[in-house]
């Protein structure tokens, strides 16, 4: 029996119900303005960049007055990193759902990179966001909140991390460092992502994921990852193509990239590598 006289299982449960009660208790009014003025903030801040931006642009764009802005946000610091805040949340909760589903890793993978696509689609302004907010350097920023950006990168990298050693355990993916693969998917996936941001009609984000997965689904087809120690030397036939590494050479079918790609076509007896019909008549006009 508790102090209170009741059993505690019935005082956990009158707890639960109690806070679980107080967490409806939400005011659709003040929810309505605090998205109203995110809404607002992500415009200009994703226009203009932080330094150029001040608050009472925001708090006008908003349709309220500032001193309102500010009884949600104490500074343009905390209003930024919590936009910021919320990209790389939503994309971290997208590599943990993909790390805990069932299935081996090239299905998670294949499934994490089909939500990636449609959440940068989604929330394109937060991305540009993201990419001003390097640009305009973290250093600039106060430690406490560069710390907490931090926390997001260094756990989706470490939830990668997880997917990929298991695709080492499965054989699907070569031998090598989790962390150096993850960072490089990563890398992949933003360099991506910025080449849509600069010119979204000239490249398309789907498709660059389609090829992308394309070609890891080429590696992963492979009967060995490290066949390729016994050439030694590294002199190899033309057909295939080469990338050195720390366990020695690994060689990759050109033609399991090819068709992967489905952007290059193998030049007949010369060893070199052309551009496929549809890229060689664009070329020539």
Known sequence: MGKDGL???????????????LGLRRNPVKDEREQAFKRAALKIFSARGYHRTTMSEIALEAGYGKGTLYWYWKSKEELYFSLIEDMHREFLELVEKAAGREGDAWDKLQWLASEIVELYYRDRDYCKLSWKMRAEELETFS??????????????KEKLQEIISQGIEEGLFPVRD?????????????????????????????????????????????????????????????????????GGMESVSFHKLSEACGGVEESPGSGRIKPSGTEERNRRR
């Not at 059993?7 to 009660?21: G, I, L, Y």
């Not at 430690?143 to 989706?156: A, G, M, Q, W």
């Not at 992502?193 to 010119?199: G, N, R």
Request: net charge negative; proline share 4%; glycine share 8%.
């Open 7 to 21: 059993p505690e299982e019935d005082r956990a449960a009158r707890e639960r119900r109690r806070t679980k009660s």
């Open 143 to 156: 430690p406490e909140y560069v710390d907490r950006l931090y926390h997001y990168i260094n756990r989706t």
């Open 178 to 246: 989790p962390y150096y693969l993850a960072c490089m998917l990563m890398g992949l996936v933003e360099g991506m992502e910025i080449q849509w941001l600069e010119d979204s009609r000239a490249f398309d984000l789907r498709k660059a994921m389609d090829i992308a997965v394309g070609l890891l689904s080429a590696f992963r087809t492979l009967p060995s990852m490290d066949r390729a120690r016994s050439y030694g030397s590294g002199i190899v036939d033309e057909d295939t193509l080469v990338g050195s590494g720390r």
